[in-house]
């Protein structure tokens, strides 16, 4: 599958981006007025290899949640029984991202890749047992029932302190599950998908994951998380540092490098990733652990990239390092760290309205307004 969806995956289409920019000059508005919206726009048309691009409506969020074993270095001072705790909230409706899922129409959709624990008995929404019976339904994209999927690879990762997070056929395992769910979404009507995730610990991987792709320093790529105090943010540093001393990822082998400092979440949005580029169909990313993914997903397929699009600037330092490295600019930036999907579903809008204006704009001729 991961060949397959690799193999599907095109660079952007030349004639579909000029046509755009184009069209943007003909548009009942000064040229370049728009400003990055413009440019937003034509990378869509190119995406989907059409001018005006779809409407990224209706919007899917999904968010894949994992555990890790190197939460037991003490990483993070919340208690790794958190994160099933936050999937009843996000099927209860509770958490941020379903206010603002809610907000902009968009459905959310939760896969447990790799919890620890066993989810609360009362957890909410629709379980769907594994990805096989999964299949277009209206169900799938309705924004009043957040829903669940359960595509466990196994119960959180090894602690990448100590070996290897996962086994190249785990690491696998969790991106096909992404490029599944891509699938399945895509297939049920999405036009654009959102990244979320939820996972005590998860940053430190990202950390790992962005300086391995990136050559940063882990003094660079790490952050405070959760909001870790001096000592523990020190040694979290040192965490990240010694784990990639002693596996010495290769860039060049995204998978190795998922399996031995990533986390279960981190692949299957890499999976995620690459299917919706082999769909030609958007992905609004959201923070550091969705940045940390896509350079997971970039050292796969390069043109992946056309596909996706930054959401928001985390203030996780690794997530500026990463969009730099992916050469990708953020919509916005109001200093964000929550995760969840929370900082795409708020750009969400500014994607809706970069393509809408090439759908819905009069241009001169026709609006019968003069041209300087």
Known sequence: MLETTIAAIRP???????????????????????????????????????CPPPLPEPAAVAIFAGDHGVHAQGVSPWPQEVTGQM?????????????FARQAGASVTVVDVGV???????????????????????????PAVPRLVVASVRRGTRDLAVTAALTRDEALAAVQTGIRIADELID???????????????????????????????LDATGRGTGVDDPTFAHKVAVVRAALARHTPDPADPLGVLA??????????????????ARRTPVLLDGVIAVSAALAAAAFAPDAVGAMVAGHRSAEPG???????????PLIDLG??????????LALPVVTGAVRVLHEVATFDSAGVAEK
């Open 87 to 99: 999937i009843g909230n996000f099927l209860a409706g509770g958490a941020v991202v379903n206010a």
């Open 188 to 218: 049920a009507g999405a036009r654009i998908l959102l990244t979320g995730d939820m996972g005590i610990g998860n940053t430190t991987p990202a950390a790992a994951l962005i300086a391995a792709f990136t050559g940063a320093d882990p």
């Open 260 to 277: 031995a400092v990533g986390g279960l979440e981190h692949a299957a949005l890499a999976g995620l990733i690459l299917g919706a580029a």
């Open 116 to 142: 620890a624990h066993p989810l609360p008995s009362d957890a909410a929404g629709p379980d769907r047992a594994g990805l096989d019976a999964a299949g277009p339904d209206s169900a799938v994209l309705d």
């Open 12 to 50: 952007p289409d030349e004639s579909a981006m000029a046509a755009a920019r184009e069209l943007h000059g003909r548009l009942t508005k000064p040229a370049g007025s728009l400003g990055a919206l413009e440019e937003l726009s034509v990378r869509l048309a190119g995406l989907a290899g059409a």
């Open 336 to 345: 964000l760290r929550l995760g969840e999907g929370t900082g795409a579903l």
């Open 319 to 329: 997530a500026t390092v990463a969009l730099r490295h992916l050469g990708l600019d």
